[in-house]
């Protein structure tokens, strides 16, 4: 069975969205840890966690993947900026446990013309000094787009990241479609390349989820502006190889799509019925 869902609003619980994710024929959906812009994340409801445990067990939802805001600038020239990137994601990894062994997924940061050596070895330092041996989420680094200084828009970079992590099965990668292709990545034509590539560079048995979603833009743009599946320059076509490659087929598929509700049902409907059982 496909692995699939969509991201959904935190605001009203876990038990709403995952009364939501069902309603929509999904099995998994990502969240914000807290409002994007970063603020103080609202105390934790105990049980409304315990119901949705409950809830996601019965109903056999699999992976869920968290998301940092995507203000947090781990790598930035501001020491101010940086702790605050630092105790954010610490803030939510302890928060994280109380769902434990799922995935928190963060976008490295921009080096805010430090450079990329600079910025990689900022973005190493806050992950080891952020990273457990107890915890039991698994951190993901998201490939981006490379817009402006963004680090890890490509294979490259991240695997330079991972190369400084002392806990190393605490880490992992998030491929998102839309940024891989923005990045130069030709995963329409040439899928089996690119998975080569990333195998070959970071190791597929990192790969821990997909942010599938269409771009509006053509390759190598580095926009990073989301389109609607099959309404971009990606098309369903190639989307249709990437959810049924073998490498990649087993993984949690999440829509970071434009959409309300109706929209991503529609858009799951349409991925369950290209996927091949
Ligand atoms: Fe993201
Ligand atoms: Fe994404
Ligand atoms: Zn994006």
Redesign the pocket.
């Given at each position: 069975m496909m692995n699939i869902g969509c991201h959904l609003s935190v605001a009203k619980g876990f038990m709403a969205m995952g009364r939501d994710a069902l309603a929509i024929n999904a099995n998994t959906f990502q969240f914000f840890t807290r409002n994007p812009r970063g603020s103080k994340a609202k105390d934790l409801n105990r049980p409304d966690i315990a119901a949705f445990l409950e809830f996601a067990a019965e109903n056999h939802f699999t992976t869920l993947l968290a998301h940092a805001p995507y203000t947090l600038n781990p790598c930035s020239a501001d020491q101010k900026t940086r702790d605050f990137a630092l105790e954010t994601m610490r803030d939510d990894l302890a928060r994280m446990e109380f769902l434990p062994g799922n995935l928190y997924n963060f976008h490295p940061g921009s080096h805010v013309g430090q450079g990329e050596d600079v910025g990689i070895a900022l973005i190493i330092a806050q992950l080891n000094t952020l990273l457990t041996q107890q915890q039991t989420t698994t951190v993901l680094l998201e490939t981006m787009?490379g817009k402006g200084s963004e680090i890890g828009r490509s294979f490259q970079e991240l695997r330079r990241i991972l190369d400084g992590v002392v806990l190393q099965e605490k880490i992992g990668v998030c491929l998102?479609t839309?940024?891989v292709h923005d990045a130069g990545y030709d995963i329409v034509n040439d899928l089996d390349g690119v998975l080569s590539e990333f195998e070959e560079i970071i190791g597929l048995d990192r790969l821990r989820a997909i942010?599938l979603?269409d771009s509006m833009n053509p390759r190598g743009s580095r926009k990073?502006r989301?389109a609607r599946i099959g309404h971009g320059h990606i098309g369903l076509e190639a989307i249709s190889r990437i959810i049924n490659h073998p490498r990649l087929r087993h993984l949690p598929f999440l829509l970071?799509t434009p959409n309300e509700l109706p929209g991503y049902a529609e858009e799951i409907a349409l991925l369950r019925g290209a996927y091949r059982e």
């Open positions: 787009a998102d839309c940024h942010h979603n990073d989301h970071e």
